[in-house]
């Protein structure tokens, strides 16, 4: 299994507080997320300005896109994004135009897996082109003691062995990740742990230490 990269998540509300917070750990991340919450605040302006002073990172349009699925795909990426996320309830002909503007730029899609979607989605969607999706316990999830369970892991690993690359989301600590040495992960995504921490710095070099003894270095 090949190295998970670290994604710092900027789901602020004001675009100045989303690039201080880039800023201070450009060299401790890998991608950069423009959040739900910043790009509904922001506008499509987010993810101009993070192409703009990022130029090489991966940045992702995280839209949870539903429909129009070629529309938005274009605007995403015109605008600087590498890889926009898509809803997992968005219908398939969605994703496929979505994706078949992805394949154009050299861009990619990411499922977003909230609320119910079935093994047989996923392998449509994997049939279709898509390789990637996001395993996401949620805000309000977290809220209400949701924790990590075995039905998890066994999920991911499933969706591992489609052939889809599982980026991980909702509430990650660096102490989560030995739970997930066993998933081709593509990404832990990380907010809060991050941008909402005191030292930053120091609780991404954190991620990279565990990342590092769970699957080795780059």
């Not at 690039?19 to 950069?32: C, K, M, N, S």
């Amino acid at each position: 299994m090949s190295r998970p990269l670290l994604q710092l998540a900027l789901d602020h509300t004001c675009l100045s507080s989303a690039l201080q917070d880039a800023e201070l750990l450009q060299d401790d991340v890998d991608i950069v997320e423009a959040g739900t919450i910043l790009c509904l605040s922001e506008g499509i302006n987010a993810i101009r300005q993070l192409r703009l002073h990022y130029p090489d990172k991966i940045i992702v349009a995280d839209w949870k896109v539903a429909d129009a699925g070629e529309i938005l795909a274009t605007q995403a990426f015109d605008a600087g994004a590498n890889w926009m996320t898509m809803i997992c309830a968005a219908p398939l002909a969605t994703i496929e135009k979505a994706h078949h503007v992805a394949k154009q730029r050299k861009a990619e899609i990411q499922i977003e897996l909230f609320g119910n979607w079935t093994f047989s989605d996923a392998k449509n969607w994997h049939a279709i082109g898509i390789r990637q999706v996001i395993y996401h316990r949620g805000r309000d999830a977290q809220a209400n003691g949701q924790v990590w369970d075995k039905e998890d892991i066994s999920r991911m690993k499933k969706l591992s062995d489609i052939g889809l690359a599982v980026s991980i989301t909702g509430g990650i600590v660096p102490t989560d990740l030995l739970q997930f040495k066993d998933i081709s992960v593509q990404a832990f995504i990380a907010g809060r742990a991050l941008s909402g921490s005191t030292q930053p710095k120091q609780v991404a070099q954190a991620f990279h230490t565990q990342i590092t003894q769970l699957w080795g270095k780059a």
